[in-house]
């Protein structure tokens, strides 16, 4: 009769370091200090170490999908961790991580036809707790965050609906984001999020072979014309 109420107790226990792990690794991500296991076992996990590979995994999932940054091992015996942004983005913000809303963002674009109305945008956020005009405690104001700040950086561009009267607005991928990351690698989250494949979604798939396509002819055109301008005659 105790069994229960034992796996109940273990359970809420490694939730809880689960949750102090990511506080921590967000206070690394903030100060771009190193991450060392040792460091993770005797600030965190302490007597828990027997589990520390399934609440390391766990955390890093939530850092990933909530934050936008990886955890990745910088050596090959799991020693010491690095932090990467999600989808290779090379955007660098100043104290909370802000990659995940930009990835949130570039996703429903690409599963919209690459083109999605600022209402939508905002339908999806707010499920997600994320409101225009009320300040958040990691992505501040979004409404500016996503409207000025994103389209400066060329992450996102925003323009009029054509003909909208009154006037609507609408988001696509901007140039930076074409340049640092791809339908392919957005499709590839997605599906993870997901617990999928790529192919698992055929139209999106397809949309984002052709762009792997479309993006090797124009390195292959790059690459021909450098090589051109070295050829001496």
């Avoid at 990745?72 to 020693?79: A, T």
């Avoid at 054509?162 to 640092?180: Q, V, Y």
Wanted: charged share 25%.
């Amino acid at each position: 009769q105790g069994q229960p109420d034992i796996e109940s107790v273990l359970k809420d226990t490694l939730d809880e370091k689960v949750a102090d792990l990511v506080d921590f690794l967000l206070l690394k991500y903030q100060s771009k200090e190193p991450i060392t296991k040792a460091e993770m076992l005797m600030t965190v996990i302490r007597q828990y170490e027997d589990y520390f590979p399934m609440i390391l995994k766990r955390a890093c999932e939530c850092m990933e999908l909530v934050f936008g940054v990886d955890v990745k091992e910088e050596d090959p015996f799991g020693n010491s961790y690095v932090f990467h942004n999600t989808l290779d983005l090379t955007c660098d913000y100043q104290g909370m991580p802000k990659t995940g809303l930009l990835v949130l963002i570039l996703g429903m674009i690409f599963m919209e036809g690459n083109c999605v109305t600022e209402e939508k945008i905002w339908e999806m956020l707010n499920s997600t707790g994320v409101y225009a005009g009320t300040e958040h405690v990691i992505y501040g104001e979004p409404s500016q965050f996503i409207t000025r700040d994103l389209v400066k950086e060329k992450y996102l561009e925003y323009r009029q609906v054509p003909n909208s009267d009154p006037p609507r607005f609408e988001f696509l991928w901007g140039p930076r984001a074409h340049a640092e990351t791809s339908k392919m690698k957005v499709l590839e989250f997605l599906a993870k999020v997901n617990g999928s494949i790529p192919s698992a979604f055929p139209s999106w798939y397809e949309d984002a072979l052709r762009d792997e396509e479309e993006r090797a002819k124009v390195g292959a055109l790059g690459n021909c014309s450098s090589f051109c301008e070295t050829v001496t005659f």
